[in-house]
């Protein structure tokens, strides 16, 4: 009985949290790759006509520190549906206190976080579409400032069921996100 309504809390409680992340990315501001701004349901039908046409979904946050802030930006990118010429793609950024990220590592953990919650809202809309999130890490073997988190941190994705990729592979967070991070 008490296993029982631990697993109802805990259900309870993962649902309370996910209806606060559909709250904040409906009232966060949204810019195409062109700094048009953009509603998050918009983005929700053109991610919905890109599925339809076989393409995936590419998620990825990177951040930087200026000042005292951490900006984090995370960016999504459609690339690869049926007859497609090129890509689009869209972000938000999001700044917090510097003083949250101490340590590197906290910092890389809240951006696979960052992306892996909106694969997660995604999913939710769109349970059919295709997603790869990308992490802004180097790989094991490099010996490089986030390479020692990248074991880690492509658990953390894959365990929570998504296809995931590394530098030099992770263009939506090494390359688009980390565009509009600084």
Not at 105 to 113: D, G, L, T, Y
Request: aromatic residues 10%.
């Amino acid at each position: 009985f008490i296993f029982y309504l631990t697993l109802q809390f805990f259900y309870a409680t993962l649902l309370k949290q996910q209806q606060l992340v559909i709250i904040s990315m409906l009232k966060t501001t949204w810019n195409t790759g062109s700094k048009d701004i953009i509603k998050f349901n918009d983005i929700i039908e053109q991610i919905r006509k890109h599925t339809l046409l076989n393409g995936t979904v590419y998620i990825g946050t990177d951040s930087f520190f200026i000042k005292n802030k951490c900006i984090f930006a995370t960016a999504i990118c459609l690339y690869g549906a049926d007859k497609q010429k090129g890509g689009r793609y869209f972000y938000v950024k999001k700044s917090l206190n510097k003083k949250q990220f101490p340590e590197l590592s906290i910092r890389m953990i809240k951006e696979a976080e960052k992306t892996i919650n909106l694969a997660n809202h995604i999913v939710e809309l769109i349970p059919t579409a295709k997603l790869e999130l990308h992490l802004d890490i180097s790989p094991q073997e490099n010996n490089e400032g986030t390479s020692h988190l990248a074991k880690m941190l492509v658990g953390y994705v894959k365990g929570s069921g998504y296809e995931c990729k590394i530098k030099p592979d992770a263009f939506a967070a090494a390359s688009i996100a980390d565009k509009h991070s600084k």
